[in-house]
């Protein structure tokens, strides 16, 4: 599932704030390409265990590196229970932000663009009523490893066909516009972060490295245990 959604950020960004030497640059954007690459190796991999071919993201120009576009662990997952008590026979609905790839441009003293594709699993538990759920994820841009310049939230409704307890989609967010204080301010002073939109509980639970496998929530594995960190 493919849609078009837009987070776009204004007003004036010091460059005091967010210049850095361009050694530190350099060094950064080394980083921010050999991370990209894992992820887009992983995201690949991930891709033919799920025979879900797609078309790639356009590649984008850009005079600088790009954002460093992540999932937070502790939204990485959604997992519902019911009650809020945690055992595979109680599951209600689960989500897991498997992938992404994302691309950037800009150049002179534009505004960066980014774009994001996720690839998203979604399960179905036995305490799970109906054939649909909406979920919530949220798109925050921060300032690297600092404070957070504009969040918004998203939701996604997730259609389960009869007698299937998961479903996975492709979900692409169009434009990320992050507004630039001068020409050399690159896009390594900026990270882009992505999550559901968890609990207290449900993100210790992903901090703890739980998690349940969808063929655990059947019901007559309602006594089992969460599966091995």
């Known amino acids: ?25 350099r060094r950064g954007g080394d980083d921010d390409a050999r991370r990209q690459e894992e992820e887009a190796a992983k995201k690949r991999k991930r891709d033919q265990e799920w ?18 576009v992540k ?15 945690e055992a595979a026979g109680n599951v209600l609905w689960t989500g897991e932000i498997q992938g992404l790839s994302a691309g950037c441009a800009y150049k002179d003293d534009e505004p960066i ?21 909406t979920y919530r994820y949220w798109v925050a841009v921060t ?12 939701d996604l409704p997730v259609n389960f066909e009869s007698g ?6 492709r979900e692409r967010i169009a434009g990320i516009v992050i507004p630039r204080a001068s020409i050399e301010t690159s896009g390594a002073n900026f990270e882009v ?34 599966a091995p960190k």
């Open 193 to 226: 972060l992505i999550g559901f939109d968890v609990t207290p509980q449900m993100a210790a639970f992903n901090r703890d490295g739980k998690r349940f496998r969808v063929t655990a929530g059947a019901p007559q594995a309602a006594a089992g245990a969460p």
């Open 1 to 25: 599932m493919r849609r078009a959604l837009t987070l776009v950020l204004t007003g004036l960004i010091a460059a005091s704030a967010f210049a850095t030497p361009a050694l530190a640059q």
């Open 51 to 68: 025979n879900q071919p797609s078309a790639p993201l356009p590649q984008l120009r850009n005079a600088g590196p790009c954002p460093y």
């Open 143 to 154: 300032t690297r490893n600092q404070s957070v310049i504009a969040k918004e939230y998203f």
């Open 164 to 169: 299937s307890d998961r479903a996975l989609l």
């Open 113 to 133: 663009q980014v774009q994001v594709e996720m690839l998203m699993a979604f399960g179905k538990g036995p305490q799970a009523t109906g054939d649909g759920k």
């Open 71 to 85: 999932v937070l662990y502790d939204a990485s997952r959604y997992t519902e229970f019911k009650d809020g008590r």
